[in-house]
């Protein structure tokens, strides 16, 4: 099992949520974040002051999965947040060594 992590735009979060119940994968955490990159963010200016916004709005979406999907939930995220821009975000993928259902007491890839 993997827990798979993708950090992305908040506008890209839709179109994302939309590609992964479309390929069949069902079930995720999203969180709303801040966070920067290379980009480091960016100066704006309100009310004729300039100011440095360091800390940008993301995305974060966590997915846990099976083996067997990891490459199509993660193949799934990119082409669905990509707009080629800086700032499109990362994906993360990580073991995961154990997962249980509460209700039915379910463990391992069935409770997935």
Same mark, same amino acid.
């Given at each position: 099992?993997?827990?798979?992590?993708?950090?992305?735009?908040?506008? %890209?979060?839709?179109?994302? #949520?939309? $590609?992964? !119940? !479309?390929a069949? *994968?069902?079930?995720?955490?999203?969180?709303?974040? %801040?966070?920067?990159?290379?980009?480091?963010?960016?100066?704006?200016?309100?009310?004729?002051s300039?100011?440095?916004?360091?800390?940008?709005?993301?995305? %974060?979406?966590?997915?846990?999965?099976?083996?067997?999907?990891?490459?199509?939930?993660?193949?799934?995220?990119?082409?669905?947040? #990509?707009s080629?821009? *800086?700032?499109?975000?990362?994906?993360?993928?990580?073991?995961?060594? !154990?997962?249980?259902?509460?209700?039915?007491?379910?463990?391992?890839? $069935?409770?997935?």
């Amino acid at each position: 099992m993997k827990l798979i992590i993708a950090i992305i735009k908040p506008f %890209k979060l839709e179109e994302v #949520k939309e $590609a992964l !119940s !479309s390929a069949g *994968i069902e079930g995720m955490t999203v969180t709303e974040v %801040k966070g920067f990159g290379r980009q480091k963010g960016h100066t704006e200016i309100y009310r004729g002051s300039e100011y440095t916004v360091d800390f940008l709005p993301k995305v %974060k979406i966590e997915i846990a999965t099976t083996d067997e999907a990891v490459a199509t939930t993660v193949e799934t995220i990119v082409k669905a947040a #990509k707009s080629g821009k *800086i700032g499109d975000g990362k994906v993360f993928v990580l073991p995961l060594e !154990s997962v249980v259902r509460i209700r039915t007491d379910e463990r391992g890839d $069935a409770a997935v």
